[in-house]
């Protein structure tokens, strides 16, 4: 079969150049550890330090209070508040009184002294519990020439709550502009703690305001006046919430939209939209996700929970990569696509409903972020072991897991996926690294790795399924960051297997169907362009 | 007059070196003309009837362009690809009447000219026009044929030059107030085949705000109105079909024009402002309450300093001094940034009484705006600058620099957005071009109206290291144009469309509108006679 499966590819895909060699030297670029210089010198001295950050070429420079009267005055809100008073019968007064409350709910208070109380704090932690935290220089380099240029907005993924504490602490220490970023309401009702992160930039949005036409506006209009006064970035997150399963979350476009509406307007002369991929080598939720998806329901966000969760500073979590990609520039994405002069015979401040045309375009831009993100995204040695052992639960024979994971590890590169593998060390150090730092999950003992132990005697009570479910998944979940590197191939493959006869059109047509059957569990690029499916399965031909 | 501070702005704007010099020919070499398509029938016939004519190439090169950057381009170092190949100068109407029956009998192409400031490539002749090209120059037709008093009204042949008319129209004391700034050349003919827009139109109008009647030759007769009513419900206006129709229809060979008496007082003015945005903001509310002067324009930072480098060398050492305490006051104490501030231009006219009192108000509303008045002198050399601006290209051409001016029309709410993007783009597309020094993208906001504003554009560059400047600088002409169209600006303001804006028509007044103006053609002019192919 696998013969047979190796000639369709070939039928298939023969006429590609083979890239392979390109595909990954492309992701080797150099990433340096901020902790490092962290370890080295005074946290406080580093927390005091002359904050003097890039920014935006023609930044008129206001304060947050500012920002909220101009958004309160400006003419879009100001049409939104007379139709619903036109059509509640409210008087203007009370609903501008709503507005102003809904901004004071939702504002960012950025303020410097926070800031450097935060860079002291998480400089801290941060060394407690991360061994490196990398960052390709490269990107910042580029980062920092489009803050000048044109307003940022900055896409990171989105795994776990330090991904927005991490991001600003970032871009504090390469003096880079600090962002203000859209968070869900559930951090608001934290004591002191909210009132730190608005003061760091952070700010709220109700996770639903369907229907609500003035919490719209509001929140629309106040993202719009930050980015086209290019404030500071904006930054948010395209899949809307952390993923729990470590899959990229289909995008969504509510914000995406809002962000990009300035230059549809021609009120910016382009907009910069940066695709960030933060992955961890060990996330700090990853149980809680496990009993999230067993059904638990997830904690609120609360202080004091935050203080409890402080013993997870005595843990190990490896370290993390920040890999700030290539800015989009919107303009270059819209020319020749999209026809700006919609907009010409409708009055600016009334909100346009966006063209069919214009809603596959957002929808587009969203998908080539997400697959911007993922593909460069790191993986760990942790991520093939856990791919390894579920095929092989309850345990492995070490050597065996070993060899297995180099094999894999081989397989994922010449796949176009970016490992960290350090080079100075064995495999099998690399290995034995790997499990003593996945020590919740992972046990090697008599030259056996054992993911749970399955004592045949031991009676299965409800604590040993649900102890094993929730190891299994945080398992999964470090598996499933190969999947993406792996659902083209593995589509193609199962293409080949399924197709009704080995015609090339036959096979290509049952890879279109399962792509689109999968469309909503894993990221593709949105449509059935002939160009994009060759791209999509060129990987698979040049490995085999 | 002696410009010091030019050779410094220059060499600091574009990096421009006295040293890096081009030079054009001293004159036209004639083998380099495309041969004449002659017409025997034609010329014999032209002949007979008593018309003068020519058929020299120094005339008929003359007559194949306008003054777009390409055409001068090709008057320096080429030639055109096609050029007319006879040149008729008819006295009078009755002439033209007789030259369009000719033509259509004998089935040649007509292009009409007039002062030959067209920016459209209106004037180009088309490559593959196989016919005889008749360029059918109407300078002879000159003469102001009555004035009319009691209506107010002057009845002048078409042929006439801006200057000619205001300069003969003053002798009886009147004027047409209309002052496009090409008026030293550009004729009362062309105003009309091009919807044409004066400098001082809040006062007097656009023309088609002046025009009372037209009498105009087509290959299927003479279109005219039978009164001279001020105002008509008799179906479209017919005239609106001739005015813009660009020369494509047939000839304007007199016009019935609105006169007004020679204003008493004139006075120029000049406003001050921390930036662009707040001149905008005060046009706007000058618009707003509908008290325009008679010319108001707001020129951009650089537009500001580029005015500056055009300051005559200065007489006396106290004029300089007092310069000098002038930018001291606006910068220093009222903490104006000079790479920020801009400058309005005003100009007055009116009885003197009204003028000054005129002159309050708009001062007033300016400084709601931040705005300072800062003198007649300013004021003045800002209407200089777009008289020599042409000259100026001229000169710039021999030191690698090349330049070119565009406009549009745009509702206010987009004026600034416009302005800022249009320019930007031009930067820009100027740096992916691989033009080494950064280019001059400047504008400025010429006219104001109740829904919106007239936006010049200014944009040169220095060439030098660029094969085919002329390529590069279209490229970058269309990039700005297409940015202009996305931003809600218009195709033309009064520029027209001709040959070089063609291609955005369709998108600009719809299929529908493109079938009207077409079916209009078809029936006007079927053998397509009128052959300069403009518009559509």
Redesign the interface.
Known sequence: MRVVVLIYLWLIFAPLPLQLREFRSKKREVFEDVLEERRQSSDLRYAMKCFSPVIYRSLVPCKPSMLKAMVLESDQLQYVIKQISLESGEPLDAIQEQATEILDEMGQNLNLAAIRMFALTLSKIFKRLFQKVCVNEEGIQRLAQAIQEHPVVLLPSHRSYIDFLMMSYILYTYDLALPVIAAGMDFMGMKIVGELLRMSGAFFMRRTFRGNKLYWGVFAEYVKTMLRNGYAPVEFFVEGQRSRTCKTLTPKFGLLSVVMEPFF???V?DTYLVPVSISYERILEETLYAYELLGVPKPKESTSGLIKARKILNDDFGSIHIFFGKPMSLRSLASGRL???Q??LI??HLSHRPSEEMQKFISDVAYKVELQQIANMVLSPGVLIAAILLQNFPSLDFSVLVDKTVWLKDLTEAFGGCLEWPDNMSSSKVVKASIELHSNILKLADGEVILFENKPNDPLTEEVVFAQAVTLLMCASYRNQLVNTYVRPALVVLACKMALSSSRGDVSRTFCFLRNLFSKEFIFFPGLKKRILKKEVSCCQNVI | MVLPALREWMEKTFGASLNHKTTSRASLNVSDAPPAIVNEGFIQDVKAIGISFSQDVEDRVFRAHGHCLHEMFALREGMFKRIPDVVVWPSCHDDVVRIVDLACKHNVCIIPFGGGTSVSSALECPEDEKRTIVSLDTSQMNRILWIDEKNLTAHVEAGITGQDLEKQLAESGYCTGHEPDSMEFSTLGGWVATRASGMKKNIYGNIEDLVVHLKVVTPQGIVEKSCQGPRMSTGPDIYHFIMGSEGTLGVVTEVTIKIRPVPEYQKYGSVVFPNFERGVACLREVARQRCAPASIRLMDNAQFQFGHALKPQVASIFTSFLDGLKKFYITKFKGFDPNQLCVATLLFEGDREKVLQHEKQVYDIAAKFGGLAAGEDNGQRGYMLTFVIAYLRDLGMDYYLIGESFETSVPWDRVLDLCRNVKERIVRECKERGVQFPPLSTCRVTQTYDAGACVYFYFAFNYRGISDPVHVYEEIEFAAREEILANGGSLSHHHGVGKLRKQWLKDSISHVGIGMLRSVKDYIDPNNIFGNRNLL
Do not use: A, I, L
Request: glycine letters at 10%.
């Open positions: 307007k021609g009120e002369f026809n700006r002069s907009y010409n009055p600016r």
